[in-house]
């Protein structure tokens, strides 16, 4: 599975490249197929920039699908050493969860008569 990993992805696709050049085959459009992949990544940040690189190639910028390939897989590699990647993903994670227990601590102590802000002082 590749679940976000932009280096699997890249090497899936070069995979599928090679694979239709064995057979004597060509893709079209990979190019763009790339970029709305790498557009549907949860990453904010690594859209963001995807995003600027696609504005650049509409503008006429000449770009080979190996470029794509390869700004995105350093991009990647940035975010990950960074502990960036995905991390507003995470956040809003934990800031669900945190709703989610002052939710509870509400419906398991409203029998005693507390109100929500008595039953979240805990947290």
């Known amino acids: 599975t590749i679940n976000c990993d932009i280096l699997k992805l890249n090497q899936y696709v070069k995979e599928l490249i090679k694979g239709l050049t064995a057979r004597g ?30 504005d650049r190639y509409d503008e006429g910028l000449k770009m080979t699908e190996n470029d794509l390939m390869n700004l995105a897989a350093n991009k990647y590699k940035l975010l990950k050493q960074s502990g960036k990647w995905e991390a507003g993903r995470d956040q809003k994670f934990k800031e669900t969860g945190a709703q989610h227990q002052r939710e509870t601590n509400w419906e398991q102590n409203k029998t005693r008569g507390e109100t929500k802000e008595q039953a979240n002082v805990a947290l």
């Open 25 to 54: 085959e060509v893709t079209n459009g990979l190019l763009v197929n790339l970029l709305k992949a790498y557009l549907a990544v949860k990453d904010k940040e690594f859209v963001r920039y995807i995003d600027t690189k696609k």
